[in-house]
C-alpha cells in the first residue's frame, strides 16, 4: 500500500511540474502564477513521496511539514537526500510562505524574490532529478 501511495503522488507531483513546464511564454494564457502555484503543488507532492518512501505516514507529514517546502525539504535530506544546492533552497523558502496559504498572486505582484518563471522550472527539474534519484539509492523504484 505504502508504495502504491509513493507511486499516485510521484505521478501527481509529476503532472503538476510538467503543467508548469508547458506555461512556456508561447501560450496566450500562461502567467507566472500557474507556474508558480503548479511548482508548488507538484513538488510539494514529490518530495511527501520521497518521505513516504522513506517510512513516513501521512500523520507525520502532516504534523511535521504540512505544506511548507522548505520545511518538506529539510525534512527529506534528514531522511538521506542528496544533491541539494543552495540555489533549491533558496527558491523554497522564497515561494513557501505565500503558496502554502494561497497566495501566489502576491509573490508574483511582490517581484516573486526575483524569481523568473523560467528560472524557477530550471531549478525545480534539479530537484526533481535529486529526488528522482534518491528513490534509487536503497535498491528500488518507489
Known amino acids: 500500500m505504502q ?3 509513493v507511486q499516485h503522488l510521484r505521478s501527481m507531483g ?3 511540474c510538467a503543467s508548469a513546464e508547458r506555461f512556456d511564454g508561447t501560450d496566450g494564457g500562461r502567467t507566472d502564477e500557474h507556474v508558480f502555484q ?5 513538488l510539494e507532492l514529490l518530495l511527501k513521496a520521497y518521505l513516504h518512501h522513506r517510512g513516513w ?3 507525520r507529514c502532516i504534523a511535521d511539514v504540512r505544506h511548507d517546502l522548505g520545511k518538506a525539504l529539510a525534512a527529506c535530506e534528514r531522511e538521506g537526500l542528496e544533491g541539494i544546492d543552495p540555489e533549491i533552497r533558496a527558491f523554497l523558502q522564497a515561494l513557501s510562505p505565500f503558496s502554502r496559504v494561497h497566495r501566489v498572486a502576491e509573490f508574483v505582484e511582490a517581484g516573486a524574490a ?7 522550472i530550471t531549478v525545480s527539474t ?3 532529478k ?3 534519484s534518491g528513490f534509487w539509492v536503497e535498491g528500488g523504484e518507489g
Open 14 to 16: 509529476g503532472n503538476f
Open 3 to 5: 508504495e502504491t501511495l
Open 57 to 59: 505516514t501521512d500523520a
Open 114 to 120: 526575483g524569481w523568473t518563471a523560467a528560472d524557477a
Open 126 to 128: 534539479r530537484l526533481r
Open 38 to 42: 503548479n511548482l508548488h503543488w507538484g
Open 130 to 132: 535529486a529526488l528522482a
